[in-house]
């Protein structure tokens, strides 16, 4: 049996592969028949013409036929030496690379423009040779005349076939109009926004920045042997300037600029989608060729689907969390409220993606990604190899894809390999310095009175604020200021139209004494839990006016800008959770409401969290993966030091058990701190809502913005404080109204 | 396979390429001559001389002949070929006898007082008046013998052939061969004029005779 031998490589042959037969002779037999063909037809108009002498003539007058046939002959000698002779062959290689070289030397699309001169000619000639053979006119002639005789001598049949062509061309317009529209062409300098336009996303707009680089100036790198990468993903949650990056880059580049509508592809006919991805990238790599690179932006790339892989979405609906009578979840840092929501909704989401795309439009979409490098063209594909010429590789084409969406994994994970999408860019939250630099840029923009301070501690309370929101908050702050009479924003107005946005408005109700102390009392729980035990974020305000969602809440923000969270913390997110319910069985006689249901659902989450998912617990492993692999939850855990195992435990009830703990060390705090509690219900009771500075005020007895915490030091007015206290205790048993007005300092 | 595939194209190549080259290298053996849209045709030998229809049209136009003008305007095609290389087209249209044979085809419409009149008695006096001369009637008419006069019918219209030999001016003998046709439907007239003096005539008699032979009538298409 004899071996499987690799098929050579085209530049490792020694000599030109054999022609067949036909390949040899097919150009030979056809000069030969039209030249029959041209004499049959002198013949026929001459009756005196003997043959002979028709051959001589018809020679003599189509000289250009025998030329052909003499190159093609030469040309076939030429076959026949290089599919014997090495020597000859890789001679004429040496030959060929250098004619290669020279014509390279043309750009890019001059070469193209010159090709499809040529082609349009050469058709043109060969149409105008037929006809006028036909018409016993001189090519030219025959040319004109040929559409008119054409129409006179079509019988019926042939209009009925053209009535049938036409029906046909009718489909073929329709679609051709379908599958324009949605996609936008800008070139250089239409666009205005530039990079200095978009704040707080330096590191990505580097990164974009070099992309750009590299498309204007491909030859740096490669000359050295690498590519310009051909596509950027650019995710993260709405508002963070990811469609303002793609305008900025429009008007960086002096490459022409596509922007591609999210709505594009879909469409009412199987196949129009596909027509216009095709349309679309035929039109990249003429733009392309042209301009010697192309952008093209897909926005809310979600909507080219995927093909049927379930999603996972970040959707926040109403959950009792963050819905509760207390906005539970807001006790919490974003992410961890992040993962509860993930959590919780993972499983409930739509299965199966489909999109807007569909019907093959994100295949055709994906093969015309990664398929730019095959030869193209019938007469480069055809023709050529009619010839027994190899097609010639497409010229580089740079195009710049990039795609924006909020929603990266409804993607198709293979629109997202290398080679497509070469670089994801996550377009997160701005930092700090981002939001104080988005601050002032908006703020420049209407007249204020903020000292830089103030605005340094205005981007350092809103943390996640992304561009859009940091716009809207100065805008509410600026129709604040309007509404009460201002000539500039003041800190106050912003201060006020981030509550707005924050919370909503506050709905104007009046709770009944017993019930208000009650949600004082509550809020106060949080608040001086939060205060006394969670450092890693700072009180933003507190307030026991009830919105459209809540009752009353205490909102806290990290001061920084904080990645990596710890078990200490997590604790403390508990407490300040379980402080509720602690506080309310402390301060009612072990009474408690229903508010608490959110704040003991945010800390039962992150304690699973904790205990199967973090390491934070008493086991070691992942309860994600356990799941995952349908392994179950591991029960007991790390022996302890006198060698007696924990009593082995299913997951809850360790979660059960730690919160257990955490609730009595909850209680004793609260317990401790009774006074701190009680001052700061009164201070929400007389001002309903305060702010973070008034909560560590009341805390610390100095003086804040709003409240003076001074009088709480006083042991008189805790006394009183905590008779009127008692007063609503006994109104609350009896349900009946206090017996005592609120104390007053 | 491939080899034998080699072996055959490098056979045919071999035959086709002498073929194409001896086509393209050979010259023809006559003159072909035609008037494709009247449909007439005649050949001449390959080493006669062309008469050009431009430079005979411009002798006729200077022509101070009565109606000669009206005539011209008739023409739809004449030309000339000599063996004499730079045969002035003056002497085509003179009755004066060449040294050298002159082939002289016209091909021209009829007017309607032409059509309502025409016989093949008008046909042969198309060059000189023969039937007056042959009537004996003329006693100026020169000296004639004619050695030939038959009908020709052909595709394209019916006529007659004349050959005949007369003393004109310079006691020199002329040897004219002409053949006269109109077309079927009477429109149009085509003549061929072979002539030459009578010694020269008799010597290219073989030659002459094959080109009146070759004057063919197709008609219009």
């Not at chain 2, 001016?169 to 046709?181: F, H, K, P, V, Y």
Request: include cysteine; aromatic fraction near 8%; charge should be positive.
């Amino acid at each position: 049996m004899s071996e499987f031998k690799s098929r050579e490589r085209d530049s490792d042959r020694k000599t030109r592969i054999r022609l067949t037969f036909f390949d040899r002779v097919k150009f030979l037999l056809l000069f030969g028949l039209v030249f029959l063909i041209l004499l049959w037809a002198a013949l026929a108009n001459d009756p005196l013409l003997s043959f002979h002498d028709a051959a001589v003539i018809e020679s003599n007058q189509r000289w250009w036929l025998i030329s052909l046939a003499g190159v093609e002959i030469v040309r076939q000698i030429h076959f026949f030496l290089a599919e014997r002779a090495s020597g000859y062959h890789s001679g004429w290689q040496r030959y060929f690379a250098f004619v290669d070289r020279t014509t390279h030397r043309i750009s890019d699309w001059n070469r193209y423009r010159l090709s499809r001169a040529t082609k349009g000619l050469l058709g043109v000639a060969l149409l105008a040779v037929v006809l006028g053979a036909i018409y016993k006119e001189t090519p030219v002639k025959a040319l004109f005349l040929a559409p008119q005789a054409l129409w006179k001598a079509l019988p019926l049949l042939g209009q009925l076939a053209f009535a049938v062509l036409f029906i046909v061309i009718q489909f073929f317009a329709m679609f051709w109009f379908l599958s324009r529209g949605g996609i936008d062409t800008y070139f250089p300098d239409d666009i205005r926004t530039r990079f200095s336009d978009v704040w707080g996303q330096d590191h990505v707009l580097n990164r974009i920045r070099e992309n750009l680089m590299f498309l204007e100036s491909p030859e740096e790198i490669e000359k050295i042997g690498g590519y310009v990468p051909g596509g950027i993903l650019l995710w993260g949650p709405p508002g963070t300037g990811k469609t303002l990056m793609a305008e900025a880059i429009a008007g960086e580049t002096g490459k022409p600029f596509i922007f591609v509508d999210p709505g594009a592809f879909n469409n009412m006919f199987f196949g129009v989608g596909v027509l216009k991805v095709k349309s679309l990238f035929r039109k990249l790599r003429k733009l392309s060729l042209r301009y010697g690179g192309v952008v093209v932006f897909f926005d809310e790339a979600d909507s080219l689907g995927n093909r049927g892989i379930s999603t996972s979405t970040n959707r926040t609906e109403e959950s009792s969390v963050f819905g509760s009578s207390c906005h539970g979840g807001n006790y919490l840092s974003n992410p961890s409220a992040q993962m509860i929501l993930k959590e919780r909704f993972v499983a409930g989401t739509a299965m199966g993606g489909g999109g807007g795309g569909g019907m093959g439009t994100l295949q055709a979409l994906l093969t015309e990604m990664s398929g730019l490098k095959k030869p193209r063209g019938f007469f480069n594909r055809v023709l050529r190899r009619t010839l027994g010429m190899r097609p010639k590789n497409p010229p580089k084409y740079r195009i710049l894809v990039v795609m924006a969406t909020n929603l990266p994994e409804a993607l198709d994970e293979a629109l997202l390999r290398p080679g497509r999408i070469d670089r994801i860019y996550r377009v997160g939250y701005p930092s700090k310095a981002g939001r104080v630099r988005t601050y002032k840029g908006y703020l420049d923009k209407v007249s204020h009175v903020l000292t830089d301070e103030e605005i340094d501690k205005l981007a350092t309370i809103t943390p996640y604020s992304t561009g859009a929101i940091i716009k809207d908050t100065i805008n509410e702050a600026l129709i604040m200021s309007i509404r009460n009479g201002g000539a500039a924003i003041t800190w106050a107005d912003v201060i006020k139209a981030k509550q707005l946005k924050d919370l909503g408005p506050a709905e104007d109700v009046e709770y009944i004494e017993r019930e208000r102390h009650a949600v004082a009392v509550h809020e106060a729980c949080h608040g001086t839990m939060a205060y006394l035990v969670r450092h890693h974020m700072a009180i933003d305000l507190a307030t026991i006016e009830k919105g459209s969602d809540y009752l009353g809440m205490v909102a806290s923000i990290p001061p920084d800008d904080q990645f990596t969270r710890w078990k200490s913390e997590y604790e403390a997110d508990i407490l300040v959770s379980l402080a509720s319910l602690a506080g309310e069985r402390i301060f009612f006689d072990g009474d408690n409401s229903s508010g608490v249901s959110g704040d003991l659902e945010s800390a039962t989450t992150i304690a699973s969290f904790m205990e199967g998912h973090w390491g934070m617990g008493s086991t070691v492993s992942s309860h994600a993966s356990n799941r995952r692999n349908e392994i179950g939850a591991p029960g007991g855990g790390k022996p302890k030091d006198d060698g007696v195992r924990d009593l082995r435990m299913a997951l809850a009830d360790r979660i059960e058990e730690n919160l257990g703990t955490l609730l009595t060390r909850a209680e004793s705090i609260l317990h401790e701190n009774r006074a701190k509690v009680l001052s700061l219900a009164h201070a929400l009771e007389i001002h309903k809502t305060i702010s973070g500075e008034d909560v560590v005020a009341v805390m610390q007895g100095s003086e804040g913005p709003l409240v003076d915490g001074r009088p709480y030091q006083s042991d008189a007015n805790i006394d009183a404080i905590e008779k009127y206290h008692q007063a609503a205790l006994e109104a609350h048993k009896g349900h009946e109204r206090p017996r005592m007005e609120i104390p007053r300092f | 396979m491939k080899r034998s595939a080699a072996k055959k194209s490098a056979v045919l190549i071999g035959l086709l390429a002498p073929l194409l080259l001896l086509a393209s290298c050979g010259t023809p053996s006559k003159l072909y001559a035609a008037d494709k849209a009247d449909g007439v045709y005649f050949t001449v030998p390959h080493d006669w001389h062309e008469i050009s229809q431009d430079s005979i049209n411009a002798v006729e136009s200077k022509s101070q002949a009565a109606g000669a003008a009206d005539r011209l305007a008739l023409v739809h095609w004449q030309i000339g070929y000599s063996v004499e290389k730079n045969f002035k087209a003056e002497k085509v249209l003179s009755l004066k006898a060449p040294e050298k044979p002159v082939v002289y085809v016209r091909v021209r419409s009829m007017s309607s007082d032409e059509m309502n009149a025409v016989s093949y008695n008008t046909l042969r006096d198309l060059v000189v008046p023969l039937t007056t001369w042959a009537s004996g009637s003329d006693a100026s008419a020169p000296p004639l013998s004619i050695s030939d006069d038959s009908e020709i019918v052909q595709k394209g219209g019916r006529g007659v052939h004349t050959q005949y030999t007369f003393k004109g001016s310079g006691g020199i003998e002329q040897t004219i061969d002409q053949s006269a046709l109109m077309a079927n439907d009477r429109s149009t007239l085509y003549i061929m004029i072979v002539r030459c003096s009578k010694s020269c005539f008799d010597s290219n008699r073989k030659v002459l005779e094959k080109i009146v032979t070759s004057f063919t009538v197709r008609g219009k298409k």
